[in-house]
């Protein structure tokens, strides 16, 4: 079965609605051979080290019902729909299914915060709400489809994560998942190799923004944030965070915040998150979640992702925050600690990923923020060893191997890092 050829590589619409009547009839996707869902549509998707094509009638042996594929020489097999892009078929699946949606869709992006926000939302939302919403961090050019692909007609609402790392990746996921509904958690810096400047990670985070508005959608602003709020003349706006870190009661080392007119106990550290629970505790009342349903899911809500995630390990308190790190998120979490109340605090850091040519300079602003705020910090990566080599080791095993020597013990210990750094992997600590 041909839909597309090389010299149409876009499906003709008369194609895409039967590409999207063999989706109704099979709705669950699949993209890798080692988590096939029977009877599933198995999309073949090419990377720089694999070529799911290979795999199409591997697919079809474990159970899936049909296959989409660019193999031409599979044009004959009835259960494969032979493609010129298998991802552009992908997205432009998902595009006519989100065309035929009619539940209020809320696209979600910032430079932090945006997957502990999304799933903040969903918690408030689920109160009220059947949710779909991005699973894990499937924010970007696959996961955006997958995430619109796996919604279904008794979900009520959904919420689609959105993330970025070179210019205008924002607005072609706009284009795919058109969101009525916009919140941007804060704009920072992070992948500025990609980007090549803060002003470019500024215009494309703030395609959200226009997207949602040229659609006459509603945004979701921090009031407190000048970034996001400065230069929007727009009418349906909905602000909040008002008070900002003032909304915090407690935080040792859970916060504890003033949210939906009383009193929460969470399972999250870090002053930086109370907006990311306002933004959910705003998304909840707009949506019309009742204030004790609100509180009650931001306090049910626990981290399970390694973001400001709290275990007590032996005599240490870890806060395990190394899924990922840029300059802000690395300054928060340090300034968050710094405030935490325990008379033994280390900040364990590995190197941030994606900076170009600003990588030295920001990887030594970090090593003067923690002499600024006083706190023992040990450094893991290439950039941090550039200016600290006497505190910095190559990489986690030979930390690991000073740590069994020299075992940690009755503290309370950060530890940050890009997720290439692998600090999960640190044994001695984490188990």
Do not use: W
Not at 310 to 319: A, D, E, L, P, T
Request: contains cysteine; hydrophobic residues 35%; aromatic residues 8%.
């Amino acid at each position: 079965m041909i839909l597309g050829t090389d010299n149409c590589p876009s499906l003709p619409f008369s194609n895409m609605e039967k590409l999207y009547e063999l989706y109704l009839k099979h709705p669950q996707i699949c993209t890798d051979t080692r988590n096939i869902i029977p009877d599933c549509l198995f999309v073949c998707l090419k990377g720089e080290r694999f070529d799911g094509n290979t795999f199409a009638l591997s697919a079809l042996e474990q159970g899936a019902a049909y296959v989409i594929t660019e193999n031409t020489d599979l044009s004959d097999n009835p259960r494969c729909v032979v493609v010129a892009d298998s991802l552009k078929t992908l997205q432009e699946l998902a595009a006519y299914h989100r065309q035929q949606l009619t539940i209020p869709v809320i696209g979600i992006t910032g430079t932090n915060g945006k997957t502990t926000t999304k799933e903040l939302v969903s918690s408030v939302l689920s109160k009220k709400f059947r949710t779909a919403y991005t699973k894990g961090n499937l924010n970007n050019h696959i996961g955006v489809p997958l995430t619109l692909l796996s919604i279904r007609p008794d979900d009520g609402i959904a919420i689609v994560e959105m993330g970025a790392n070179h210019p205008g990746e924002i607005e072609f996921l706009c284009n795919i998942a058109r969101p009525g509904f916009g919140l941007i958690t804060n704009i920072g810096k992070a992948h500025i190799e990609g980007f090549g400047s803060e002003a470019e990670i500024v215009h494309t985070k703030k395609a959200l923004y226009r997207s949602v508005i040229r659609d006459h959608g509603t945004l979701f602003v921090n009031v407190n944030d000048s970034k996001l709020r400065d230069g929007l003349d727009y009418d349906k706006l909905v602000y909040y965070a008002e008070g900002g870190e003032d909304n915090i009661v407690d935080m040792s080392p859970y916060l504890r915040i003033r949210v939906a007119g009383c009193e929460v106990d969470t399972h999250l550290t870090g002053s930086y998150n109370i907006y990311n629970f306002l933004a959910a505790a705003a998304v909840g009342h707009y949506f019309g979640v009742t204030d004790k349903q609100t509180a009650e899911a931001l306090s049910e809500y626990t981290p399970s992702n390694h973001r400001s995630q709290i275990n007590k390990i032996g005599s240490n308190v870890i806060i395990s925050d190394y899924y990922n790190a840029n300059p802000t998120s690395m300054e928060a979490a340090l300034r968050n600690l710094a405030k935490l109340s325990h008379p033994h605090k280390l900040a364990i850091l590995g190197d941030m990923g994606e900076l170009g040519v600003v990588s030295h300079d920001e990887h030594l602003k970090i090593i003067q923020l923690c002499e600024s705020l006083g706190l023992d910090a040990l450094f893991v990566g290439s950039e941090f060893a550039f200016h600290h080599p006497k505190r910095c080791y190559h990489d986690v095993e030979e930390l690991n191997q000073i740590l069994k020597e020299q075992p940690i013990t009755d503290s309370m210990i950060l530890v940050k890092g890009s997720n290439y750094m692998h600090l999960n992997k640190l044994t001695e600590l984490l188990g």
